[in-house]
């Protein structure tokens, strides 16, 4: 099993940044891909970035492709997210997943997830 928790959410103003942080425990950390989805309120689940176990091969959706940068530290435990050029519709409450396997970008193939980290994008 995999218990993840997020943190860094907080509240920021447009153009600026934040960084995520997802710390993960359980038997080990190898083997698993990551990933990071956001929900704003009445909205679905939507994807936002991927990455290998080995973290060689990461992913982002289109909207967050040149502002977000997703990164992992094996030794720590810990899958990050940094987020630049925030934009009010990036608002979401952002959630940290974990499968066992490779990257995908799908809200399905993920068994493990977070309680979130709640972001709030001033303008």
């Known amino acids: 099993q995999v218990q993840l928790v997020e943190s860094g959410g907080g509240l920021v103003q447009a153009g600026g940044s934040l960084r995520l942080s997802c710390a993960a425990s359980?038997?080990?950390?190898?083997?698993?891909?990551m990933g990071w989805f956001r929900q704003a309120p009445g909205k679905e689940r939507e994807f936002v970035a991927a990455?290998?176990?080995?973290?060689?091969?990461?992913y982002y959706a289109d909207s967050m492709k040149g502002r977000f940068t997703i990164s992992r530290d094996n030794t720590k435990n810990t899958v990050y997210l940094q987020m630049n050029s925030l934009k009010p519709e990036d608002t979401a409450v952002y959630y940290c997943?974990?499968?066992?396997?490779?990257?995908?970008?799908?809200?399905?193939?993920?068994?493990?997830w977070g309680q979130g980290t709640r972001v709030t994008v001033a303008s």
């Open positions: 997943a974990a499968q066992k396997g490779i990257a995908t970008m799908t809200v399905p193939d993920y068994n493990y």
């Open positions: 359980g038997r080990t950390f190898s083997g698993y891909a």
């Open positions: 990455i290998s176990w080995g973290g060689s091969s990461t």
